[in-house]
T-cell receptor
């Protein structure tokens, strides 16, 4: 069964450094998403992406964040100048088309900022 | 404003019994979708069930059913015949139809403990 994959599973970085979280969505999906879950808290929407541009973003998704689909398979989230409060689990998700109801989530990348 | 409310931070249920996890939502958009996800201790997010605002029937998926009461704006998840493997965090979520980007908003979650 096709699945969303994410690398790395765990990323440790120093405060102020840049990190890139990688995702490979399901191959025939068109919509891609990033979510964040701070430990013990709810899942928060960051951004959705379609047709090589951002469709929607939350107030969390400020200039510190950017997304890119550099090739036909990868979908990346870049966090510049990381802060302690960026420590969280980051989930990538993808869905098939406008009428597709289910977003398939990847296993997540746990980001720890020291 | 809180759009998804899950009032039960934790729930206990005896194995093989049914359990209802509560979810209420708030939207003025006539077109929306409601979801339930399961998050086991391993951390992944597992889709369980979907209910569209225009769906006439309550959604069912195996042991999961969604008790959709539109006028009350509630979308409770019913798990029948609970199993030990059902112990997990459960999130209710909503996607409003007027959002072109399919932004999905999650509730705070309910942690379910299934007792043997």
């Amino acid at each position: 069964e096709p699945e969303v994959t994410q690398t790395p599973s765990h990323q440790v970085t120093q405060m102020g450094q840049e990190v890139i979280l990688r995702c490979v969505p399901i191959s025939n999906h068109l919509y891609f998403y990033w979510y964040r879950q701070i430990l013990g808290q709810k899942v928060e929407f960051l951004v959705s992406f379609y047709n090589n541009e951002i469709s929607e973003k939350s107030e969390i998704f400020d200039d510190q964040f950017s997304v890119e689909r550099p090739d036909g398979s990868n979908f990346t989230l870049k966090i510049r100048s990381t802060k302690l409060e960026d420590s969280a689990m980051y989930f990538c998700a993808s869905s098939g088309d406008r009428g597709h109801n289910e977003q398939f989530f990847g296993p997540g990348t746990r980001l720890t900022v020291l | 404003a809180q759009k998804i409310t899950q009032t039960q931070p934790g729930m206990f249920v005896q194995e093989k019994e049914a359990v209802t996890l509560d979810c209420t939502y708030d939207t003025s958009d006539p077109s929306y979708g409601l979801f339930w996800y399961k998050q086991p201790s391993s951390g992944e997010m597992i889709f369980l069930i979907y209910q569209g605002s225009y769906d006439q029937q309550n959604a069912t998926e195996g042991r999961y059913s969604l008790n959709f009461q539109k006028a009350r704006k509630s979308a409770n998840l019913v798990i029948s015949a609970s199993q030990l493997g059902d112990s997990a965090m459960y999130f209710c979520a909503m996607r409003e139809g007027n959002t072109g980007g399919f932004k999905t908003i999650f509730g705070a979650g309910t942690r379910l403990f299934v007792k043997a």
